[in-house]
């Protein structure tokens, strides 16, 4: 016979994660066809607004030769894009990361099935028309929402459906940007919220899918081609990327609460938010007057970075008017991707602080640069990291790259209460926490925090014991009402649980007459019992669906072996939390001059001691008036009722 720890698993995971991963393939293929469209419709748009062609070659709007007149350009392309949101779906706005999450954890994956083709729609005049935008956020939602349409198709869990919407979304990133590993590291950093097999295996396959069939459609090669790195890292280096990434976290700070501030002045205008995209459009159409290369998703720009082919005016113009065109159009919440622009920005960034570092190889600074930033401004340094292998197929930077993504990640996370892409979040009254780690009732078992000294009574017990009790509680006051036993089982010749009473239903019992009726009437026959072997996180699970706030504890015979309440989940919890909180010292050096004999004071002790007192099962602490007790002991005496009818 197996022993009881043996049914407890590392991993909730069933056979329906094989029939959601065959979806996620699906989802897979789609996402990457839908990338492709998507660049496709961004080159057709930039052709016609900036060449007047129709056209799916690939072009940059900086080779435009229109004149002053290109600045009315991005002017047009916000006005459409407001119609489409007014008429079509406000979904359409923003940059697409924000409300992927916002789907994900607080509307059950559900999307409405024409975002998925306004989205990429309102993306592709935004970009086309010279917004300064990538194209990998629209993809990202335009992904997840084909995936949580298939999920509202077929009879799934809510889980289910957001892990569809998740691998619609991380495939869409996969073929944007030809970047699988690096698609799944952002499912788990940013979009699932939870590390499970159930969730990771239909992720990762729908990004594998995706990266192969984007080398069918846009071919094998990276995005962001440069010599590779060779030589030996020096230790001035990894000095350098420490610092790059210091400044990373402070340009991203800066640039968040950049677009934050023009979000609250667009806000604040007295017209609709139809509008907004067109005004931000003025500052991106002047903009590109003064520098054309700030306009449109801005590749050609990034490789000059990564092959050093920059003057300082490029340089320039990126960090300031590219930037601030960036966040101005942001804030008018218009259609359009935050990580090419970001890539372009952290690159300028590296490259002009490379200048003051130590050389590494052609391009090197200006990776660092892109991946920190990418870090601090999405809260995933490994994300941000593995870019740096996938986009430039460049392994050799990963050790200054990755020391740089999490200095950035640390200390953004340090000045900044949310990151650029929860702030919205919380603007709109939603809360989102970016930690999660083990439950602390998952590795509590029931056996450790149950109570064992249980006061019971036979089955063949009348309404005269339940007399007798109630005698007693009241002779001896407080301290017998305060104490921590709320039901009371009616047991069997085996040990077996014939009926639970509750404290309020002992009352009754006691106070209704005939002494010589039998207990066991009064009280709930079959009542929901756990094991002794059990998590308090299963048992937490069955409270919040019972409503029951104590449940006996039975073994594998179904012997009763202890009573658990409510307020030892909570004692477990707490415990959890004191180790966050509590600091003290283990060890304590010995030198050969001090003393050996044991110099810990004698009120150490006695705090021990009564520390150690207080977290003894018998303690007391109800404060409630007897009234109180028996209305709640009622109340939970109809809930379990009604769970045993059930």
Same mark, same amino acid.
């Given at each position: 016979?197996?022993?009881?720890?043996?049914?407890?698993?590392?991993?909730?995971?069933?056979?329906?994660?094989?029939?959601?991963?065959?979806?996620?393939?699906?989802?897979?293929?789609?996402?990457?066809?839908?990338?492709?469209?998507?660049?496709?419709?961004?080159?057709?748009?930039?052709?016609?607004?900036?060449?007047?062609?129709?056209?799916?070659?690939?072009?940059?709007?900086?080779?435009?030769?229109?004149?002053?007149?290109?600045?009315?350009?991005?002017?047009?392309?916000?006005?459409?894009?407001?119609?489409?949101?007014?008429?079509?779906?406000?979904?359409?706005?923003?940059?697409?990361?924000?409300?992927?999450?916002?789907?994900?954890?607080?509307?059950?994956?559900?999307?409405?099935?024409?975002?998925?083709?306004?989205?990429?729609?309102?993306?592709?005049?935004?970009?086309?028309?010279?917004?300064?935008?990538?194209?990998?956020?629209?993809?990202?939602?335009?992904?997840?929402?084909?995936?949580?349409?298939?999920?509202?198709?077929?009879?799934?869990?809510?889980?289910?459906?957001?892990?569809?919407? %998740? &691998?619609?979304?991380? *495939?869409? !990133?996969?073929? #944007?940007?030809?970047?699988? =590993?690096? /698609?799944? $590291? @952002?499912?788990?950093?940013?979009?699932?919220?939870?590390?499970?097999?159930?969730?990771?295996?239909?992720?990762?396959?729908?990004?594998?899918?995706?990266?192969?069939?984007?080398?069918?459609?846009?071919?094998?090669?990276?995005?962001?081609?440069?010599?590779?790195?060779? %030589? &030996?890292?020096?230790? *001035?280096? !990894?000095?350098? #990327?420490?610092?790059?990434? =210091?400044? /990373?976290? $402070? @340009?991203?700070?800066?640039?968040?609460?950049?677009?934050?501030?023009?979000?609250?002045?667009?806000?604040?205008?007295?017209?609709?938010?139809?509008?907004?995209?067109?005004?931000?459009?003025?500052?991106?159409?002047?903009?590109?007057?003064?520098?054309?290369?700030?306009?449109?998703?801005?590749?050609?720009?990034?490789?000059?970075?990564?092959?050093?082919?920059?003057?300082?005016?490029? $340089?320039?113009?990126?960090?300031?008017?590219?930037?601030?065109?960036?966040?101005?159009?942001?804030?008018?919440?218009?259609?359009?991707?935050?990580?090419?622009?970001?890539?372009?920005?952290?690159?300028?960034?590296?490259?002009?602080?490379?200048?003051?570092?130590?050389?590494?190889?052609?391009?090197?600074?200006?990776?660092?640069?892109?991946?920190?930033?990418?870090?601090?401004?999405?809260?995933?340094?490994?994300?941000?990291?593995?870019?740096?292998?996938?986009?430039?197929?460049?392994?050799?930077?990963?050790?200054?790259?990755?020391?740089?993504?999490?200095?950035?990640?640390?200390?953004?996370?340090?000045?900044?209460?949310?990151?650029?892409?929860?702030?919205?979040?919380?603007?709109?009254?939603?809360?989102?926490?970016?930690?999660?780690?083990?439950?602390?009732?998952?590795?509590?078992?029931?056996?450790?925090?149950?109570?064992?000294?249980?006061?019971?009574?036979?089955?063949?017990?009348?309404?005269?014991?339940?007399?007798?009790?109630?005698?007693?509680?009241?002779?001896?006051?407080?301290?017998?009402?305060?104490?921590?036993?709320?039901?009371?089982?009616?047991?069997?010749?085996?040990?077996?649980?014939?009926?639970?009473?509750?404290?309020?239903?002992?009352?009754?019992?006691?106070?209704?007459?005939?002494?010589?009726?039998?207990?066991?009437?009064?009280?709930?026959?079959?009542?929901?019992?756990?094991?002794?072997?059990?998590?308090?996180?299963?048992?937490?699970?069955?409270?919040?669906?019972?409503?029951?706030?104590?449940?006996?504890?039975?073994?594998?015979?179904?012997?009763?072996?202890?009573?658990?309440?409510?307020?030892?989940?909570?004692?477990?919890?707490?415990?959890?939390?004191?180790?966050?909180?509590?600091?003290?010292?283990?060890?304590?050096?010995?030198?050969?001059?001090?003393?050996?004999?044991?110099?810990?004071?004698?009120?150490?002790?006695?705090?021990?001691?009564?520390?150690?007192?207080?977290?003894?099962?018998?303690?007391?602490?109800?404060?409630?008036?007897?009234?109180?007790?028996?209305?709640?002991?009622?109340?939970?005496?109809?809930?379990?009722?009604?769970?045993?009818?059930?």
């Amino acid at each position: 016979m197996s022993a009881p720890g043996d049914r407890l698993r590392d991993y909730s995971v069933d056979a329906r994660v094989l029939y959601v991963s065959v979806l996620a393939a699906v989802l897979g293929a789609v996402s990457s066809v839908l990338a492709w469209a998507l660049l496709e419709l961004i080159a057709l748009a930039t052709n016609l607004f900036y060449y007047q062609r129709f056209s799916f070659v690939e072009v940059e709007p900086s080779g435009h030769h229109m004149g002053w007149w290109v600045a009315f350009i991005p002017v047009i392309g916000g006005l459409i894009v407001g119609l489409i949101a007014r008429f079509g779906s406000p979904k359409v706005r923003g940059h697409g990361m924000p409300e992927a999450v916002e789907v994900i954890v607080f509307q059950r994956g559900r999307v409405q099935p024409r975002v998925a083709i306004l989205k990429p729609l309102a993306t592709a005049i935004s970009i086309g028309s010279g917004g300064p935008f990538g194209a990998e956020g629209p993809v990202i939602i335009t992904g997840g929402a084909v995936g949580s349409v298939l999920g509202q198709l077929l009879p799934v869990t809510d889980c289910e459906r957001t892990v569809l919407m %998740v &691998a619609g979304a991380s *495939a869409g !990133m996969a073929a #944007a940007f030809s970047c699988p =590993m690096a /698609a799944t $590291l @952002l499912a788990v950093e940013l979009l699932l919220f939870e590390w499970r097999p159930r969730s990771l295996v239909p992720v990762a396959i729908a990004c594998i899918t995706a990266g192969a069939i984007r080398r069918l459609l846009l071919g094998p090669g990276p995005i962001f081609l440069m010599q590779p790195t060779v %030589v &030996a890292m020096h230790h *001035a280096a !990894m000095l350098g #990327a420490l610092l790059m990434g =210091m400044l /990373a976290a $402070l @340009l991203t700070t800066g640039l968040s609460r950049a677009i934050h501030f023009f979000e609250t002045k667009f806000e604040s205008l007295p017209i609709h938010w139809m509008w907004w995209p067109a005004l931000g459009g003025i500052v991106v159409g002047l903009g590109g007057l003064i520098f054309p290369q700030s306009l449109g998703v801005g590749y050609d720009v990034i490789r000059q970075l990564l092959n050093e082919q920059v003057t300082w005016k490029l $340089l320039a113009g990126i960090l300031l008017i590219k930037s601030f065109i960036w966040v101005v159009a942001l804030g008018s919440e218009t259609a359009g991707g935050i990580l090419a622009p970001l890539l372009m920005i952290g690159g300028a960034m590296g490259v002009a602080v490379g200048h003051l570092l130590t050389p590494i190889s052609p391009g090197a600074w200006a990776v660092v640069g892109m991946t920190s930033i990418i870090a601090a401004s999405l809260g995933a340094p490994l994300t941000a990291a593995m870019f740096a292998v996938e986009l430039t197929h460049n392994g050799g930077l990963m050790l200054p790259v990755l020391l740089a993504c999490v200095t950035a990640y640390a200390i953004s996370a340090l000045l900044q209460p949310r990151s650029m892409l929860t702030e919205s979040l919380s603007r709109k009254g939603l809360h989102l926490s970016r930690e999660y780690g083990v439950d602390p009732l998952e590795t509590v078992m029931v056996r450790e925090v149950m109570h064992t000294s249980v006061f019971a009574l036979p089955a063949s017990a009348t309404r005269q014991d339940a007399m007798d009790w109630l005698a007693k509680m009241n002779k001896r006051g407080g301290e017998a009402w305060a104490h921590w036993q709320r039901i009371f089982p009616l047991l069997g010749e085996g040990g077996g649980i014939k009926a639970i009473l509750t404290r309020g239903q002992m009352i009754t019992a006691a106070e209704a007459g005939d002494p010589s009726a039998p207990l066991i009437k009064d009280g709930i026959s079959n009542p929901v019992a756990v094991g002794p072997w059990e998590t308090l996180r299963s048992v937490a699970e069955k409270m919040a669906e019972s409503k029951l706030r104590s449940f006996p504890v039975t073994n594998d015979d179904g012997e009763l072996v202890g009573i658990l309440n409510i307020e030892d989940l909570l004692e477990a919890r707490g415990k959890a939390s004191l180790r966050d909180r509590e600091r003290q010292r283990i060890l304590r050096l010995r030198w050969p001059f001090a003393q050996h004999e044991n110099t810990a004071p004698f009120l150490d002790h006695l705090v021990d001691s009564a520390y150690e007192s207080a977290n003894r099962h018998g303690r007391t602490g109800d404060r409630r008036t007897a009234g109180d007790r028996a209305l709640s002991d009622d109340s939970e005496a109809t809930a379990m009722t009604t769970h045993a009818e059930k």
